[in-house]
């Protein structure tokens, strides 16, 4: 059954017994971007003046493109559509005859038939590629003819050279030339023949096409303001609409999707062709818009039964017949995203080639993504718990995060840095921690931006506008390590960042919807119900995405609801009505779930401190440092029963705990001045000199203890130096080396062996310091000071072994005057809590529906 228009792609699923929103649509030769983003808020704002009617002269409209071509006014004519225009002009113009070179659009004809006028056929010569001969051409003209051109020709999508035309168009000026440029906009580094239109010329115009709006109808044509004035009088009044009128105003705005549109076609166009003319038996002709012509040079099958056979594979391409042109051997199939691209040229080979898998690429792992409303939705959690139900299930599966943006980071076996987050996920497949999993992990600092790392290892400092420009080849990157995940597992549960919402950030994206669309995942969408508006936010995400990005979205997820979610059922069945999917589960808030959280914003919102009674416990403070980094160090010590762990920011919170940590940071002078201006540094130095309360300093922590930093680097800050708390008789030096490395070591007191990671750019010297930790190289990586009430150490982690944490527990019980426990009461181990986590997603969660969504 062939293809025509476009809109006849419902009779042609209907047809083919399929869905026509599961087919992808080749045969209508539209922007595969999709409409602009600006598009959206043009129509919402144009729904409060559907009660008046339009402007019948179009004139905001008509004065854009006035300005846009560089014309007057009277040469602009608008109409619903460039195919309106072409019928008005075959009435309002005066010719004998239309000469048409074919193949061509074919209301061309139909345009100059409905006029009552002759219609002479000039044929294109296929042996040259269907190329306009203008020595054929201009022989067929003797004077008062209408010739109409395609530029770019639909459908060969070849181009004429526009001097040649201007030529021609010069020495025959009692021929009226009509040239459609219908596709014009998709040609890169084009020039309009509207600049100047020659006197004898008329040149059509689509919207539909480039700006991806054949809904709306919106074309327009400009010539010479006699000639316009006459085909004017041919359209019928108030043919454009409120909505279309606006619709174009908008889009003819965006710049930024035109540029856009123009890369992505060329690049695609490129791709489709090398994968179409792989194939033996096809032949395609070279093109310079968003179609290509395809030839079928075969005796065994034809086109309209690789058509049929495409459409059952839910692939729906243009085919020729009778009154067409072209013969049956012809098909013309749309530049569509690299994905769809990609599954045309494999369905059309395993067609033509059944003896043989067509050539594909490297068997890739089936893929899901988690993306969320908002930050901290959840995401994930929910990321760790599907792969730890993946793994339960004997799938081999792994997660992946292409970007992530956390002072929390970890590092590996083999010395290179990661989230944090991605390090839970991989415990969940039981994994070790590999780079590949977050390629790309920015550490904001406030003064000089963000550090960047890529691949395990900084590559610099840069600020926002910096790193927009160093995006590219960050994605690189992080494409490069999914396809070497994806080829070593068999599934990957992906972790978008934020929200897919963000509009400010989705052209330059990495982690969210453009990189669900490279790994080729569906994406399941969560909101944390217990913030409030979730079902909004849902319906929010969907209307701001584009229609390309919607296709992806599998489904949505309610996080953290507490209550009865049987209440649910009317606010899951209006999400469902208005976004056209389903919610997938309702998972309920676990305030215990006993997993690192995935960043501060739980530290920060004090939600993890304790009701634990003083009384029996020893209490642990924790200072926020405003840039505080790896704040997962004292996350053991909440699996500790008699531990009653604080968080504190103002120098009146610090009263006298048992122990005091200053976790690390990622702008360690910046911190040393919070400390200050806070009263904290003052509150220490007491702390201190009264010697009932143990100061410990982690990394960055360990730093400020020192008696001054330098950074005459500015790795960390603009400032070069500044004085330490002077706690412990050390110096630091911010080096441009950063030490990455994870080792064992012994307390010297304890006798006991504790595991960790380094992570900083300091070199730190001491002197009049005891040893309170060394390596098993040798080397001290903690220091103390003589009396050992304050201490330090470079190694984080230090605190998740259980008998080292246990030891330090007791030594404070003793001095605050509480027996010993004397043997490890609570083990710091995750697994047990990943279980508890997939267990409840289980039940609460369709995940046999996921399982099919993922395609296992």
């Not at 709306?216 to 303001?225: D, E, T």
Request: hydrophobic share 45%.
């Amino acid at each position: 059954m062939a293809a025509g228009h476009g809109g006849n792609l419902r009779q042609l699923a209907i047809h083919a017994g399929r869905d026509p929103e599961r087919i992808v649509d080749f045969s209508a030769s539209i922007n595969p971007l999709g409409p602009p983003e600006r598009l959206r808020a043009a129509l919402a704002r144009s729904i409060e003046h559907l009660v008046h009617y339009p402007d019948p002269d179009c004139s905001e409209l008509v004065e854009l493109l006035a300005q846009r071509h560089g014309v007057a006014r009277q040469q602009v004519i608008v109409g619903n559509g460039s195919t309106e225009i072409l019928f008005a002009l075959a009435r309002a113009v005066a010719f004998d005859r239309a000469v048409i070179p074919v193949p061509a659009y074919i209301d061309y004809a139909a345009a100059v038939q409905a006029a009552g006028r002759e219609v002479a056929l000039l044929a294109l010569q296929e042996d040259t590629g269907f190329a306009l001969d203008w020595q054929t051409l201009e022989a067929s003209l003797r004077g008062g003819e209408l010739v109409m051109l395609g530029q770019p020709n639909n459908p060969t999508g070849r181009a004429f050279d526009s001097d040649q035309f201007r030529d021609l168009a010069a020495r025959h000026p009692s021929t009226t030339f009509v040239v459609d440029e219908a596709f014009a906009d998709f040609v890169d580094g084009y020039r309009s023949l509207a600049e100047p239109v020659c006197p004898n010329a008329i040149v059509v115009r689509s919207l539909t096409k480039f700006y991806a709006i054949p809904g709306l109808r919106v074309g327009y044509a400009i010539a010479q303001a006699a000639t316009a004035q006459q085909i004017r009088r041919q359209i019928p009044p108030w043919s454009v609409g409120v909505l279309a009128q606006q619709a174009a105003v908008a889009v003819l705005s965006d710049d930024d999707y035109a540029g856009q549109s123009v890369a992505v076609v060329d690049d695609e166009r490129r791709r489709l062709t090398d994968g179409l003319t792989s194939i033996p038996g096809l032949h395609v002709y070279p093109s310079f818009t968003n179609f290509l012509l395809v030839r079928l040079d075969r005796s065994d099958v034809t086109v309209p039964a690789l058509a049929d056979r495409l459409l059952q594979d839910g692939i729906a391409i243009r085919t020729f017949g009778p009154g067409q042109y072209l013969d049956e051997r012809f098909f013309r199939v749309a530049v569509r995203l690299a994905a769809e691209n990609a599954k045309l040229c494999e369905a059309v080979a395993t067609v033509l080639q059944p003896a043989r898998r067509p050539r594909r690429k490297p068997a890739r792992a089936k893929a899901l993504m988690i993306q969320g409303t908002s930050s901290n939705a959840g995401k994930s959690v929910l990321t760790a718990a599907l792969c730890r139900i993946l793994f339960q299930e004997g799938v081999r599966v792994a997660p992946f995060k292409s970007q992530n943006m956390s002072l929390n980071s970890f590092v590996t076996r083999d010395g290179g840095e990661m989230g944090r987050a991605q390090v839970v996920q991989a415990q969940a497949c039981r994994l070790e921690p590999d780079v590949r999993m977050n390629p790309v992990l920015l550490k904001p600092n406030s003064d000089t931006g963000c550090q960047v790392i890529v691949n395990g290892r900084p590559v610099g400092n840069m600020r926002v506008g910096e790193y927009v420009r160093y995006k590219p080849e960050a994605f690189a990157a992080a494409k490069q390590c999914y396809d070497a995940l994806a080829a070593e597992f068999d599934a990957i549960v992906l972790e978008g960042a934020g929200s897919p919402g963000e509009v400010n950030l989705k052209r330059h994206d990495i982690v969210n919807m453009r990189m669900a669309q490279y790994a080729e995942a569906p994406v399941l969408v969560a909101g944390d119900i217990d913030r409030g508006g979730v079902f909004a936010s849902f319906v929010g995400t969907m209307e701001v995405l584009e229609p390309w990005e919607r296709r992806l979205v599998a489904g949505w997820i309610v996080n953290r609801f507490r209550g009865d979610a049987g209440l649910l059922g009317p606010a899951l069945e209006y999400t469902l009505r208005h976004t056209g999917r389903p919610v997938l589960g309702v998972v309920p808030y676990l305030p215990e779930l006993g997993l690192p959280e995935e960043d501060s914003v739980e530290f920060k919102s004090r939600a993890l401190d304790p009701q634990a009674d003083a009384r029996a416990c020893v209490e642990i403070a924790v200072v926020d440092l405003p840039h505080i980094a790896n704040f997962t160090d004292f996350d053991a010590f909440r699996v500790e029963s008699d531990v009653r762990l604080r968080i504190v920011r103002a120098a009146d919170e610090l009263d006298t705990p048992d122990a005091v940590i200053l976790p690390g940071s990622k702008n360690t002078l910046a911190d040393l001045g919070y400390l200050r201006r806070s009263g904290l540094a003052a509150r220490l130095a007491v702390l201190a000199q009264q010697g009932k309360t143990e100061i410990i300093g982690i990394c960055a922590g360990l730093q400020m203890l020192g008696r001054g930093i330098a950074d005459p680097l500015a790795i960390e800050s603009t400032l070069e130096s500044s004085q330490g708390l002077a706690l412990l008789n050390a110096d630091t030096v911010m080096a441009a080396g950063k030490t990455l490395r994870r080792g064992t070591a012994r307390h010297g007191a304890s006798g006991l062996e504790v595991t960790g990671y380094e992570i900083h750019h300091g070199q730190t010297s001491s002197d009049r310091c005891e040893p309170w930790l060394t390596g098993s190289d040798g080397r001290i990586v903690g220091i103390a000071s003589v009396d050992r009430r304050v201490w330090g150490t470079y190694l984080h982690g230090v605190f998740d072994a259980d008998a080292f944490r246990r030891w330090f527990i007791d030594h404070l019980r003793m001095r605050r005057g509480l027996s010993p426990v004397g043997q490890v009461i609570a083990r710091y181990d995750i697994q047990p809590a990943l279980d508890r986590l997939a267990q409840v997603v289980r039940d609460h969660v369709r995940i046999d529906e996921v399982f099919r969504i993922m395609g296992l």
